[in-house]
């Protein structure tokens, strides 16, 4: 469907050519003086030096022809030559009936829908999730979502960090822990044990004690170093015990993240690039691209006009080692060989945004992938706590996801328990609902780049711009429309008030902000309109006497207006990954 300002440009356009005027001085704008017009054309002033007219009388030619039209209330020639518009109420009920009945809202589909790669979540295999993946798991399900919405085909890949050092420190502690186990019997050649040797919270526990061993023994240290390289080189006991720890570790993060309401298509990692990792430095090699640099392989990715300095992108160190750009390298010529995607995009903390400019050059110059695959990578900021530092625990350690799920869920809970709107034996849902919102909210509402605090309160409170508060306004309609019976048929009726007027002027440009937000890759862009929206509907809905109105066709009017409103809220949530409760 065409955007609402683009029909009336297109009118406006026309007139202004009838005048004499080039069309292009037609373009017309959501106004931003909403007290005086709802839409504005600026085009006169412009055309007045072209045209050494004034610009007064260039707008009062237009407004003339625009008399006569359907689609306007009012068209004015204001001084010193703007034109203000209001739109016909039949006009854009019939605007809104057409959104309403269109698939996905009439929202314009991609023309030419494309594959593309998220990756996101970025979990290390046998480290506790930390809020930290938090950010890139919450921004990367929405874009997800969002470029779906738009048609294109998307994978999310998880993009485990399952092949470093931290799978030797498991393996090297564990050998000192159980040496008597099959894994580390060279000799051994039957079947490894099906059970694995141990539990989620052993393994958590294990990692963290065998980090820190390593950096006070240099002995232990050396043997986490040597167990990794063995499982890199395939050695069977240990590729045996990795496969444990992945199948352990895996489900734990399935349950996690699906906590989230947050799911992956493709669930590989760092290891599963390891057979392109030959691959890749060949091509490298061969596009005449490497240098040797103090014994290591390395690309430089300096260009002339940069203006600060960029390190080469290191491929193999000088004692073998291969590292975190190596396997992101080999990552792309996997993708482009699995999925052959139009765009690749990766979501992850700022300070890994020298990482992906170097890989990115990195991977352009060894021609690892057509010129014409985008590669995009989104450096978001960090959640801070209220003191404007890294968010902690209370003891001052990392807070693990699930404990800061469990926090504002009981945050939540104890609120709506007090309200005692919400039945007994719905309460833990609704808690988990909200505080959901409240926390996918509280962090997609701010641009992703910058830096946000994480507040507790303000993020779960009811009212202001939160995610409960756009629940609040959701659980509000459902409320009317049980109360009101089936209003899946009932066609949207001309504003017969400024409120309604409002709120069908803010639901018809749903799509221009959700287009905004596409391009932009930017969710709150569509926090921003929701809040907007929701602020709308409720002025409506404090306005208006929908269930007590006496007249029939007009109760059914206001009905079909929230039912609209409620639907395009819960398309937005859906997309920002949240739900609403029955009642809260
Ligand atoms: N595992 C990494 C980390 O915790 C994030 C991985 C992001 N994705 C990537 N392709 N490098 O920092």
């Given at each position: 469907m065409e955007k609402l300002v683009d029909l009336i440009s297109e009118e406006v356009s026309k007139a202004f050519e009838n005048a004499g005027f080039d069309a292009g001085f037609g373009k017309v704008t959501v106004s931003n003086r909403p007290?005086?017009?709802?839409f504005q054309c600026n085009g006169s002033l412009a055309a007045a030096k072209q045209y050494h007219k004034a610009p007064i009388q260039i707008a009062q030619e237009v407004a003339a022809?625009?008399?006569?039209?359907?689609?306007?209330?009012?068209?004015?020639?204001?001084?010193?030559?703007?034109?203000?518009?209001?739109?016909?109420?039949?006009y854009l009920a019939a605007y809104l009936e057409n959104m309403r009945?269109?698939?996905?809202?009439?929202?314009t589909q991609e023309a030419q829908p494309q594959t593309i790669v998220i990756d996101y979540g970025g979990p290390n295999v046998a480290k506790p999730l930390h809020v930290g993946h938090l950010r890139s798991a919450i921004i990367g399900e929405t874009l997800k979502r969002l470029f779906r919405f738009f048609g294109n085909t998307v994978i999310g890949d998880i993009h485990m960090g399952d092949w470093g050092l931290q799978m030797g420190l498991i393996i090297a502690e564990l050998c000192e822990r159980q040496p008597e186990l099959p894994y580390f019997d060279d000799s051994f050649t039957g079947d490894y044990p099906a059970q694995a040797p141990f539990t989620i919270s052993e393994l958590e526990e294990i990692y963290p004690t065998a980090s820190a061993k390593s950096k006070e023994d240099e002995v232990f240290a050396a043997k986490a170093h040597e167990a990794t390289h063995q499982l890199q080189i395939g050695k069977r006991?240990?590729?045996a015990l990795w496969d444990k720890i992945m199948e352990v570790s895996v489900?734990?993060?399935?349950?996690n993240y699906a906590s989230l309401n947050v799911s992956f298509e493709s669930w590989l990692g760092e290891s599963d690039a390891e057979p392109y990792i030959a691959p890749m430095i060949e091509k490298m090699k061969q596009a005449g691209v490497t240098e040797l640099s103090e014994g290591a392989l390395v690309v430089p990715v300096q260009e002339a006009g940069d203006t600060k300095e960029l390190p080469p992108c290191i491929l193999v160190k000088s004692d073998g080692a291969t590292l975190y750009a190596t396997t992101d390298l080999a990552t792309i010529m996997q993708r482009m060989q699995d999925n052959s995607p139009d765009r690749i995009f990766y979501v992850t903390d700022k300070r890994q945004n020298l990482h992906f400019e170097q890989v990115f050059r990195a991977a352009?110059?060894?021609a690892l992938l057509p010129e014409a695959v985008r590669l995009d990578h989104l450096g978001f900021g960090t959640m801070n706590g209220k003191d404007g530092k890294p968010f902690k625990t209370r003891a001052g350690g990392v807070m693990r996801l699930e404990a800061l799920i469990a926090e504002i869920t009981e945050f939540v809970r104890a609120k709506i328990a007090d309200n005692g709107t919400v039945a007994q034996d719905k309460i833990d849902e609704t808690a988990r609902l909200i505080a959901m919102a409240a926390l996918k909210y509280g962090d997609l509402s701010n641009l992703a780049t910058k830096d946000y605090i994480f507040d507790i309160d303000r993020f779960s409170a009811f009212e202001g711009n939160t995610g409960p508060y756009i629940l609040y306004t959701i659980v509000r309609i459902k409320s009317i429309l049980s109360r009101y019976g089936d209003a899946s048929a009932l066609p949207i009726l001309p504003p017969d008030s400024p409120e309604a007027k409002s709120l069908m002027l803010t639901l018809s440009r749903f799509a221009d902000n959700l287009q905004l937000a596409y391009r932009d890759a930017a969710p709150n862009v569509i926090c921003a309109y929701i809040y907007e929206l929701a602020g709308c509907a409720n002025k409506f809905y404090h306005e208006t006497k929908i269930l007590t109105e006496p007249d029939e066709k007009k109760q059914a009017g206001y009905v079909a207006l929230i039912a609209l409103a409620k639907a395009v809220l819960e398309t937005s949530i859906d997309i920002l990954g949240f739900e609403a409760p029955e009642k809260m």
């Open positions: 007290d005086l017009c709802e022809l625009l008399q006569g039209s359907s689609s306007f209330e009012s068209v004015d020639a204001c001084p010193p030559g703007f034109l203000n518009f209001k739109l016909s109420p039949d009945t269109a698939e996905k809202f009439g929202v006991g240990y590729k489900a734990d993060l399935k349950k352009r110059k060894g």
